[in-house]
């Protein structure tokens, strides 16, 4: 089969892919992250490309009907289906010659704003220790001359020492270690000092010891935390022995050629044959990136690293440890582990200390991950009597209601929607995203006033613009209370595309009446999945004492937006707080101290999962809130107020 | 032993609407109470049975159903004339023509046919479209107008097409039937966008698309029952008297329409169709249903009959 | 007045010892609160904690059996007064009213006939539950008699309805083994009345001149020890019954004790039609049993089919079966679309379906009531799944074409569902307000 080359411009990057393969696959192999939100079923459009030389051939397919650029051109059902305009699909166009490729800004996933926890806003959260204590840990030894009358070797020997320092045993020696061993503690010796490191885990008995290394060790060594998310994974570089933080860095998750939701990707690892190593290498070349760009930029050797934390969703550290997916989505959802045991580096692929031990943060259920629980610990809401409510808004919503008595999490699907998927014009926090909308209505046409992302020209909508606009679109008139245009239908601003209405909003900015209808659907799934919680508790709004905002929205969100769009519930601005990423602060808490970890596990432990799709109360509370703010508008009286 | 009875006291009440003109004005709603518990609070109205009129005649009715309006189908201002001499309290004429894939009747056609019923029979009418959304949209408007001053029911209004019915109705006078499929959040939601477009709340009725017995009843059942304790607890945006198409939903089940030769062991299919209908609007009344739009005749004098008995 | 999940947490220990064998005491609370296990299951309540929550269980209103084991109807143990608050748990028994006046010869058929009845609904059968043998003639032989003819002929459970004592015990000679509900004890025969049913173990009916009456009646034949009771009002009338009903459950929901049973109501009318209709009423408004003279199939089927409505469990997805689904009369070149079986799903595809006057075909698939998204991210809604429906409902042999139109909001299982199916699939709009325009678009033109 003959191999045609691919140049993708401007990268400059080049691969060869067969007839048989797509575009979309041969960005992959050439490592550009490009949109794909449905995982190249053809439907999305996200990935369009433009073929600058050569000919592409088109999937027949129904929903390849020109470009989004020209609107008015009508299908093109062309037997041959030779690509006609210059616009194609990545994922359905594959080549019949060598190609250049550009990849328009638009279907690139561009630099990232990196979200960290130091974004916390009125978040009393939780101190980390002063000295840590890693999973991956050293202990001083120091061994009393050996005689020849005893009959004891090396290790027993070590192993007393051990008991009488610290009273533990540990449950396997590795090879490694006692390779070392080998080595030292001869009887000429002076130094009888040794360094021995001990591998725990977190809810398991093992207690492994690792490596011996002769002398007090007096080195450096490192750890990293990682927040695996959905759409971005975040890593935190550490310094062990003294617990200090280097650098933060974060990058798009690379699965996200894979479909941009968990479901997509459950999916894809379900139908594909080799999905599943295809998206663990996905996610485990994600983490490597971050290794490797981390550790050049502190200049320390990435085998120093010899701790991991990893904080994600259930559906993530599945991909991740490569464990099948399938049961997470099929009843009764019967993983292999809520809290998998530590896994050794060199196990996973990341390319580390080939024995560094990994931790994933626990879960409790098939939609209620490590993530979640991470923030919790950190959120310090299990401290007190105070009844906080968790919010972690994502693609999936997840919210956890409880204090130092009761903790109870449900978790609803939001859609990415707030992350900027499935929408046209939707992005990430990007520089140049619209974050913050003004639209006015006037006699014949709409003032928009908006701001962007470090003030650069806008690109897109990122969440909190997407919540803003919503908020302005209501208020100026623009849209009814279930989101649809009541413009007069010649409205300036008003245009048909492919038989649906859209809006334009700066320059070809636009949203249409079924984005609208989106993001409706994600704010309404979020404050259902708020009521229902309340609801399975028969408590109202009113007893919250605090809400916690965690995830991608932070410091950007306008808080009286959101509760105008009825996302989340009309109470005192002074009860939220703004929690940032703090999935990767509790990841950085469980890497440094060894009672956050315990304490994780007693939160997994003692937290309860309510499954919302059991029941009535979660779709009725959904539909109730496909109303902007809602249908019970009782339930937002500082609206009625304003209005008044 | 005396049994202390149990007597709610409920804050709010069902809005009262009126229809047609002195002397055959008809006022419906206003109950305080629950259906048909007469100790607990108000219930001034009575339910009121509308009979189906079609601007066209009708071809999937079985026999059983065309059979008493023999000569009449086809001839709206007879069928109507027919209809209250069977006893009904108000005629609903639908403009099944109307319909783009049927005779894709002109709005105009349409209000003179609405025009000409009315003046044939003098009583409350309730005119409704063909129920494709733009297309009623169109044509009631101009029924509307037609109507002018005659204080007509008219519907029906979707979450599609509320604001052209909307807005003629308020401009003429008439009443709305707000229609939305099962589920008490999207009637509530159309409720408040009617009325937040200055439509009088007291004008409204409520069409939740009920289902017939054994076709989904269950659910038109609850949600009505939960419609009304709302308005019974205060819920303005739920106060509204509530319309029940019962004729259309139980003229299409099997059980209605299957002959006795068919299913032997079902009984006779005049006494099988004709309680079909009954029972499903006697449930649809227990549950607080006011208007109740029926097909034959038979059932409209039992349904009278049982609600003349319990008074 | 049920608790929640938070008012029992507070009776519990909060020791999340585990014990019970759940997680933490808030799950076993919240359990507590469904039903879903026994009180018993935690070891380490307080004796004040226990004796309030055994209270806060106890059951409003007893379930009473009638008939014997194994083909007992059992009624009562009702919680709600709405069926939207929770359901509606057991089904009222339907029974016909014999009468020991009618001659011999028409008696044993009647009966044979009568038990015979049956109906199929959604794969199960379903008929007559009791037959109501009264005893008319004041003769205790002929009341005897009938009962004899009817334990050869039906097996049905039964109510014997005499008010007097003798021809009660007559029947009972023959009958007490197939433990038949008595009716009915009254101010001036209670205490023989309720002797027989103590003698026998058998339910007894209370019936009153009214509540006071009743309430009375009940406090006195509980005192005697009897507890396995049913209650009449002795309202005949619909509204007066409606009345009565209403009063009975909420003082039974409030534990008014002597009112914590379920009730039997008659539904009598001169007129056979209005008789059917005060039956539906009352099947709806809270009767244990209704008795009726009907013995009309077409009566019997509108009931059934009428209580089999009413206490359907409102808290299941609201679902439609999974077939095929006509919208007028469609030909062979009819559209077929596909769904799923939440039936407000449903409902919105088949309403905007029907408005658009285009015949065709809808097939909702099971999805266990789950919307499209849901049921397509809890993999309810696969291509494999619409595939198999393509293939095993027959509407292969329906129309001559091969296209199936899918929701917009899966338009991502076409090309597996092409490759499945061999069917070339259209991806309809993501909102069922958009099927007119979108059959007129793509499949008319």
């Not at chain 2, 002397?23 to 007469?38: Q, R």
């Not at chain 2, 056609?109 to 003098?122: D, G, H, M, P, S």
């Not at chain 3, 007028?328 to 449903?346: E, R």
Request: proline residues 6%.
């Amino acid at each position: 089969m003959p191999l045609f080359k691919i140049l993708f411009l401007p990268d400059k990057k080049q691969v060869s892919i067969s007839e048989k393969e797509n575009l979309l696959q041969a960005a992959r192999a050439a490592k550009i992250p490009l949109k794909a939100s449905c995982a190249g079923a053809g439907v999305c459009r996200t990935c369009q490309v433009k073929v600058k030389k050569g000919t592409v051939r088109i999937e027949p397919d129904e929903h390849q009907d020109a470009s989004i650029k020209q609107p008015d051109k009508a299908k093109e059902k062309s037997g041959l289906n030779k690509a006609t305009t210059p616009y194609v699909l990545a994922c359905q166009a594959f080549p019949l010659s060598d190609l250049t490729i550009e990849i328009p800004e638009a279907t690139r996933l561009t630099k990232l704003q990196v979200l960290t926890y130091d974004s916390a806003e009125n978040l009393k959260a939780c101190p980390l220790s002063v000295s840590p204590s890693p999973h991956y840990y050293p202990v001083y030894l120091s061994l009393p001359p050996f005689s020849s009358t005893a009959t004891k070797d090396k290790l027993s020997s070590l192993l007393v020492a051990l008991k009488q320092k610290t009273s533990l045993v540990p449950t396997r020696v590795s090879l490694k270690a006692l390779q070392s061993l080998a080595k030292i503690l001869r009887p000429n010796d002076k130094d009888r000092e040794i360094t021995v490191f001990l591998t725990e885990d977190t809810g398991y008995p093992a207690l492994s010891l690792e490596e011996i290394i002769p002398g007090h060790f007096k080195e450096k060594y490192y750890g990293l935390a990682v927040d695996l998310g959905t759409t971005t994974v975040v890593a935190e570089l550490l310094e062990l022995t003294k617990g200090i933080s280097l650098a933060v860095k974060g990058i798009y998750n690379q699965q996200l050629l894979y479909g941009e939701d968990v479901i997509s990707r459950l999916i894809y690892a379900q139908e594909n044959e080799n999905g599943l190593s295809y998206l663990q290498e996905a996610i485990v070349d994600t983490v490597n990136t971050l290794i490797k760009e981390l550790t050049i930029s502190n200049q320390i050797s990435s085998s120093e690293i010899k701790a991991v934390v990893c904080a994600g969703n259930p559906t993530m550290t599945h991909l991740f440890l490569g464990l099948d997916p399938v049961d997470l989505r099929l009843k009764p959802y019967t993983v292999a582990a809520h809290n998998p045991p530590a896994v050794q580096a060199q196990e996973v692929g990341l390319e580390i200390y080939p024995q560094a031990a990994i931790k994933c943060v626990p879960g409790i259920a098939n939609y209620l991950g490590g993530d979640v629980i991470a923030g919790i610990v950190a959120s310090n809401m299990t401290e007190g009597d105070e009844l906080t409510l968790f919010i972690d808004v994502g693609t999936n919503g997840e919210m956890v209601l409880g204090n130092k008595e009761w903790l109870i999490a449900c978790s609803c699907s939001a859609g990415p929607a707030f992350e900027g998927s499935g929408l046209k014009y939707g992005v990430l926090a990007i520089p140049g995203a619209i974050d913050r909308f003004k639209i006015t209505s006037t006699s014949t046409d709409l003032e928009v006033e908006y701001t962007t992302v470090d003030h650069l020209p806008p690109k897109g909508i990122c969440g909190s613009g997407l919540i803003s606009c919503l908020a302005n679109l209501y208020r100026s008139g623009v849209i009814d209370r279930r989101g649809k245009f009541i413009l007069a239908p010649d409205h300036p601003r008003l245009r048909i595309l492919n038989g649906e209405k859209e809006l334009v909003l700066v320059e070809d900015i636009t949203i249409s009446e079924s984005e609208i209808n989106n993001l409706i659907r994600a704010k309404a799934a979020i404050f259902a999945g708020i009521r229902s919680i309340l609801q399975f508790l028969n408590l109202s709004l009113e007893v919250i004492d605090s809400l916690i905002l965690a995830g991608g929205f932070g410091r950007y969100l306008n808080l009286k937006e959101a509760v105008a769009i009825g996302m989340l519930p009309d109470l005192p601005p002074q009860k939220y707080a703004y929690a940032g990423n703090i999935a990767l602060k509790g990841a950085k808490m469980m890497l440094l101290s060894a009672e956050a970890r315990k304490k994780t596990l007693e939160i997994a432990h003692k937290m309860i999962y309510l499954d919302l799709s059991e029941g009535n109360t979660f779709t009725e509370e959904f539909l109730a809130a496909l109303f902007i703010p809602h249908t019970n508008l009782n339930l937002f009286p500082s609206l009625i107020k304003d209005k008044k | 032993m005396p049994v202390k009875i149990i007597r709610e006291n409920w804050s709010g009440k069902v809005n009262t609407t009126s229809l047609g003109v002195e002397p055959k004005a008809i006022k419906i709603g206003g109950e305080g109470a629950l259906p048909f518990l007469y100790f607990e609070g108000e219930i001034p109205y009575r339910p009121v049975v509308a009979c189906e009129v079609w601007d066209e005649k009708p071809n999937d009715w079985p026999d059983l159903l065309t059979a008493p309006f023999a000569g009449v189908l086809g001839d709206p201002v007879a069928w109507a004339k027919k209809c209250l001499a069977y006893g009904a309290d108000l005629i609903c004429l639908r403009l099944a023509g109307a319909h783009p894939e049927t005779k894709n009747k002109s709005p105009q056609e349409c209000a003179l046919v609405a025009q000409r019923v009315y003046a044939a029979i003098n009583t409350p009418l309730i005119v409704v479209g063909c129920g494709e959304d733009a297309k009623d949209a169109a044509v009631l408007p101009a029924v509307a107008k037609a109507l002018t001053g005659k204080y007509c029911l008219l519907g029906w209004a979707t979450a599609e097409n509320y604001q052209t019915i909307t807005t003629a109705c308020d401009i003429y006078g008439h009443s709305l039937i707000a229609s939305s499929p099962l589920d008490i959040s999207l009637a509530k939601q159309l409720n408040i966008l009617i009325t937040e477009m200055g439509f009088n709340p007291g004008s409204v009725i409520i069409d939740p698309l009920v289902g017939a017995l054994g076709y989904g009843l269950e659910y038109a059942y609850s949600i009505m029952e939960r419609i009304r304790l709302s308005a019974l607890t205060g819920d303005k945006m739920l106060a509204m008297p509530i319309i029940c198409f019962v004729g259309q939903e139980t003229w299409k089940t099997k059980e209605a329409t299957s002959t006795s030769l068919e299913c032997p062991t079902w009984g006779e299919q005049a006494r099988r169709a004709i309680l079909w209908e009954l029972l499903t609007a006697v449930t649809l009344t227990q549950a607080g249903g006011t208007i109740m739009v029926m097909r034959h005749p038979e059932t409209v004098s039992h349904f009278l009959a049982h609600l003349l008995q319990g008074r | 007045m049920a608790l929640t999940g938070l008012e029992i947490f507070k009776q519990l220990p909060q020791t999340n010892c585990k014990d019970c064998a759940f997680p933490t005491c808030l799950a076993f609370a919240v359990a507590l609160a469904s039903s879903k296990v026994a009180l018993e299951k935690c070891p380490h309540l307080s004796d004040n904690a226990r004796a309030m929550l055994t209270s806060a269980f106890a059951p409003p209103m007893a379930l009473i059996k009638i008939g014997p084991s194994g083909q007992e109807l059992a009624i009562g143990s009702e919680t709600v007064l709405f069926r939207h608050e929770k359901r509606f748990e057991h089904t009222p028994g339907l029974a016909v009213l014999i009468k020991d006046t009618l001659p011999v010869t028409e008696i044993a058929p009647k009966i044979s006939y009568l038990s015979s009845i049956a109906f199929e609904r959604l794969g199960e059968n379903y008929g007559l539950d009791l037959l109501a043998l009264e005893n008319c003639s004041g003769e205790p032989d002929n009341f005897k008699k009938m009962v004899a003819v009817a334990l050869e002929k039906s097996n049905l459970p039964f109510i014997l309805m005499s008010e007097n004592p003798k021809a009660m015990a007559a029947a009972l000679s023959v009958a007490a083994q197939r433990k038949p509900l008595i009716y009915s004890a009254q101010s001036t025969n209670y205490q023989e009345m309720t002797g027989l049913a103590q003698k026998y173990n058998l339910p007894l009916a209370v019936k009153g001149t009214g509540l006071d009456d009743l309430a009375t009646l009940v406090e006195k034949i509980t005192a005697l020890g009897h507890e396995q009771l049913v209650l009449d009002s002795g309202a005949r009338e619909t509204n007066q019954v409606l009345f009565d009903q209403t009063q009975i459950r909420r003082l039974a929901l409030m534990r008014f004790k002597p009112f914590g049973y379920p009730t039997i109501t008659f539904a009598l009318d001169s007129d056979p039609i209005q008789s059917i209709v005060k039956a539906g009423i009352f099947l709806i408004k809270y009767a244990g049993i209704v008795v009726l003279t009907s013995d009309n199939p077409a009566d019997l089927l509108s009931l059934i089919t009428l209580r089999l409505n009413i206490y359907s469990d409102p808290q299941k997805p609201m679902t439609v079966e999974s077939k095929i689904y006509s919208v007028g009369s469609p030909g062979k070149d009819a559209p077929v679309v596909i769904t799923t079986n939440f039936s407000l799903t449903y409902y919105c595809v088949a309403n905007d379906f029907e408005a658009s006057r285009i015949p065709g075909y809808i097939i909702p698939v099971d999805t266990d009531g789950a919307s499209v998204l849901t049921s397509w991210a809890a993999g309810k809604l696969t291509a494999e799944k619409i595939s198999k429906v393509l293939q095993n409902s027959g509407i292969a042999e329906l129309v001559t074409h091969r296209k199936v139109i899918i929701p917009g909001g899966v338009a991502m299982l076409s090309k597996r569902l092409t490759e499945l199916s061999g069917w070339e699939v259209l991806v309809g709009p993501r909102e069922s307000s958009g099927i007119p325009s979108f059959l007129k678009r793509e499949w008319v033109t």
